[in-house]
């Protein structure tokens, strides 16, 4: 079978070999199932929950990665049903992974622009630099340290320091590194200002002081700290500055019948985001929904067929019934949504903003 260049050796890749070889909708659904929930699931939130415990990182943006890698994985093996002559997934934990950590490195870089260039500056000086070495493993994290140390099993961090520490110092070292970089830095360089030293000075001293390989984004943390690179500050949102209109995640009404699918296919992958938002986010967002007009732009997901008004009440958190008699108010606006959540007008903007900034985020991930 072209889907699996090797034999399956894991739970994952024999539920993914039987994902391709459904011969029924039913089959391949139950083994999608169990790949994402026992697999995929576990992988991608420990990728995310190690890169994402910076102190500007939310809890909010962390499950925005989650989905987002999901929804990615979900895409790619939709693909490769449809087509056994795509790229077969030979390790699919991996593939996970990586996935997992291509997000987490594109939200840093966003999120820390001064550190993301700092990581660029090591990346260069650990490719270029006598004994150093910069490698990816399988799964997409990039590691560095001591040229030789690629062979070196992460688990049990065997090899030999140059302070001749077991693999459980090195365990507590790299800990210190990642909590206490000032201090693990002057114990790397004694009698020397590590703020002082270049990478020259103090990037080999620090491996030693490790004595096993460390992961990039921990090296580029602790520098960051030990040399004083700051982050500007974004300026706060005004009240009413709400991110992405409303009317940019809409797919403006074609003429002809080619734009009118490609519409409904855009409105039909939205409203799927739009279920991955929390329930207030959705309200807040669908609630006050206005095409270019002012108008209601919910009626456009039950024109297009996209969803029923039934379908947007469960979405809104609101019974059939009652949503039902506010479908001729709609939208509404933000004081009377702010009582259907029962919270205040200024949260009511903050929740929509929320959810906007990160629908726009998604669709441009998934390719719209």
């Known amino acids: 079978m072209p889907f699996i260049r090797q034999q399956t050796t894991t739970d994952a890749d024999a539920l993914l070999a039987a994902y391709a070889a459904a011969e029924t909708d039913a089959e391949a659904d139950a083994a999608l199932s169990r790949l994402f929930e ?98 990816e493993t399988a799964e997409g994290e990039w590691l560095c340290g001591r040229r030789g140390w690629q062979e070196m099993p992460r688990g049990s961090d065997r090899g ?90 809409l797919a403006a009404p074609q003429p002809d019948l080619a734009d009118e699918l490609s519409q409904r296919l855009y409105l039909a992958r939205l409203w799927q985001e739009l279920l991955e938002l929390p329930v207030r986010q959705r309200a807040a967002l669908l609630l006050n929904l206005r095409d270019a007009q002012g108008a209601s732009a919910v009626e456009l997901f039950v024109i297009t067929g996209v969803a029923s008004p039934q379908d947007i009440a469960g979405a809104v958190g609101l019974g059939a019934e009652e949503f039902a008699a506010l479908w001729n108010g709609l939208p509404l606006e933000d004081r009377a949504i702010a009582e259907l959540l029962g919270a205040t007008r200024q949260q009511v903007i903050n929740l929509r903003k929320s959810a906007r900034e990160r629908l726009a985020r998604r669709m441009r991930a998934g390719g719209f």
């Open 38 to 135: 026992d697999h995929a699931a576990p992988v991608v939130a420990r990728v995310v929950r190690r890169k994402l415990r910076g102190p500007g990182a939310q809890a909010s943006d962390a499950e925005d990665l989650r989905g987002q890698v999901m929804l990615q994985l979900l895409t790619r093996l939709a693909e490769l049903r449809a087509d056994p002559q795509a790229r077969p997934i030979q390790n699919f934990a991996g593939y996970a992974a990586a996935a997992a950590y291509r997000a987490c490195a594109d939200y840093l870089r966003a999120l820390y622009p001064q550190r993301h260039s700092l990581r660029n500056k090591l990346r260069y000086f650990l490719s270029h630099q006598a004994g150093l070495a910069l490698w």
């Open 160 to 249: 030999d320091g140059a302070d001749g520490s077991n693999g459980d110092s090195r365990g507590r070292r790299r800990q210190e590194l990642r909590e206490d970089p000032r201090r693990a830095a002057e114990s790397a360089l004694p009698g020397a200002d590590p703020q002082a030293a270049g990478m020259e000075g103090l990037l080999p001293a620090l491996f030693d002081y490790v004595g096993a390989p460390v992961e990039l984004d921990d090296l580029v943390a602790a520098l960051a700290e030990v040399w004083g690179v700051r982050e500007q500050q974004a300026e706060p949102a005004r009240e009413d500055d709400e991110g992405p209109a409303a009317v940019e995640l």
